[in-house]
C-alpha cells in the first residue's frame, strides 16, 4: 500500500465510533506504524511521523499512552495525522487535497449540441 493510500486510510480510521483515544491508537497502530521511516520523503510528513512516533511509541505502547493523553492532546495528535493526509494528497495545490489525480478522472467528452459553435 502507497503512503497516500495508507495515511488516507488512517485519517478514515479516525472518523470512525468510539472515543478520541481510541480512534487515534486504532489509526496508529494500524497504518502510522506500518510506514516505512525511509520511504517517507517528503520532509513535512517525516517530520510528523517522527512526532507521532515519539508521543505514542511501539506498538506495544501506544494504546497505554494513548490512553494516558489528555482529550486534548489525543485531538492534536488526531490532527497530525489528519494534515499528513493533506500533505500526501496534495498536488501542486495551495488551495487543499486532491483527492483523485487528474490522469485517474474519466475522460467526459461533450456533446455537440452542447458546444457552442
Do not use: C, W
Not at 513535512?44 to 511521523?49: A, D, K, Q, T
Amino acid at each position: 500500500m502507497n503512503l497516500k493510500a495508507r495515511l488516507f486510510d488512517a485519517a478514515s480510521q479516525l472518523m470512525s465510533d468510539g472515543s478520541i483515544k481510541e480512534r487515534l491508537s486504532d489509526s496508529y497502530k494500524s497504518h502510522i506504524l506500518k510506514l516505512d521511516p525511509n520511504s517517507i520523503l517528503n520532509k513535512e510528513i517525516s517530520s510528523r511521523f517522527d512526532m507521532l512516533t515519539h508521543k505514542l511509541g511501539d506498538e506495544d505502547s501506544s494504546k497505554v499512552r494513548a490512553r494516558k493523553l489528555s482529550k486534548k492532546e489525543a485531538e492534536e495528535l488526531a490532527v497530525i495525522i489528519l494534515e499528513m493526509s493533506m500533505i500526501a494528497h496534495e498536488k501542486n495545490s495551495k488551495f487543499g487535497p486532491k483527492l483523485i489525480e487528474e490522469e485517474d478522472q474519466p475522460k467526459v467528452s461533450i456533446p455537440k449540441f452542447l458546444k457552442k459553435n
